[in-house]
């Protein structure tokens, strides 16, 4: 599926959706970053300080000399961390932007000169092609990513990583305070907001689309039942949107679902690894309990 086609057909549910994988083009990855730097958005610090205050424990879990293999290309603090720790054979950062894997690629060979670099250009949601392994390989999958996919989505991609690292390192939010979560995903200086208009504007800019940015409101709310948050984009009025030959019509009030956020309580994630082929994770969270990563091995 090209971009336009998953927008094209996105947009023709009754529930428009777009996927949130297509938020990372430059600005939108660019925006990301300053998310991760927010005073509401813990995640990113939560998993920092967890990995720090854990990393030999977690290094002897993974197995110093491993094959590293990462989802989402790791430029950040905590992969650099876990590659000094572990000294890996060779790392593979799998990214679907050949832009930022190239990028994430070059600092990490000036950084780590003895490090075999492999990256491949890929989306996680879909089977990956990998270069046969020579040592045993590691997944590491941070930043609660697979928060995005729905439990039976996460269930699916967790059995087909065993195929490829019979032992895996998975970051994930952790269910907690309904304000807490909310005001992670509605901060003061409204950079989420920003991130989540900005796909609109990728339409525009790679689609030919004619959004109306102003036309259109972030909306994130806290979902308990399900366990997750969930991100809209709001029609303020009732209007027509052009993309291409394509053409849309909102309701005042109509969303577009651009992305779920799922929280696991640690005894979830636990029974998911388990139905999904794996012995009972380790799990290592932060102090305050807002943040795991959890060690999965193939049983
Ligand atoms: C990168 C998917 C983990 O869900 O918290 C941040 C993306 N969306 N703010 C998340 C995101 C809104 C982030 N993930």
Not at 46 to 69: D, M, P, V
Not at 106 to 127: Q, T
Not at 173 to 179: E, F, Q, T, Y
């Amino acid at each position: 599926m090209t971009f336009l086609e998953d927008v094209v057909a996105g947009l023709s549910l009754p529930q428009k959706a777009l996927p949130p994988k297509y938020f990372y083009d430059a600005i939108g990855s660019k925006l990301f970053e300053k998310i991760c730097r927010l005073p509401e958005y813990y995640l990113t610090r939560a998993e920092l300080s967890l990995t720090k205050a854990n990393l030999s424990s977690i290094a002897r879990f993974a197995g110093k000399g491993c094959e590293l293999l990462e989802y989402g290309s790791g430029e950040g603090l905590k992969t650099r961390l876990l590659i000094r720790a572990l000294r890996p054979k060779a790392y593979l950062p799998v990214d679907i932007s050949p832009s930022a894997l190239e990028h994430a690629a070059r600092r990490l060979s000036r950084e780590f000169p003895w490090l075999r670099i492999l990256p491949v250009c890929g989306d996680f949601s879909r089977p990956l092609d990998l270069p046969a392994a020579k040592a045993a390989r590691v997944a590491y999958f941070p930043g609660s990513t697979i928060g995005n996919l729905t439990p039976e989505e996460a269930h699916g991609f967790l059995s087909r990583s065993r195929a490829h690292a019979r032992r895996m390192l998975i970051g994930t939010d952790l269910r907690k305070d309904a304000n807490l979560l909310h005001a992670a995903y509605n901060d003061s200086r409204g950079v989420t907001a920003a991130f989540n208009l900005n796909l609109l504007a990728r339409i525009n800019r790679e689609l030919g689309g004619d959004f109306d940015l102003r036309r259109f409101a972030h909306y994130a709310f806290y979902n308990p039942l399900a366990g997750r948050i969930e991100m809209h984009l709001v029609a303020r009025d009732a209007h027509l949107v052009n993309i291409g030959h394509y053409r849309f019509s909102f309701d005042r009030g109509e969303s577009i679902h651009t992305e779920n956020s799922y929280k696991y309580s640690i005894p979830e994630f636990e029974r998911l690894a388990l139905s999904a082929g794996f012995e009972a994770p380790e799990c290592w969270t932060d102090s305050r309990g807002w943040f795991a990563l959890f060690g999965l091995v193939a049983a």
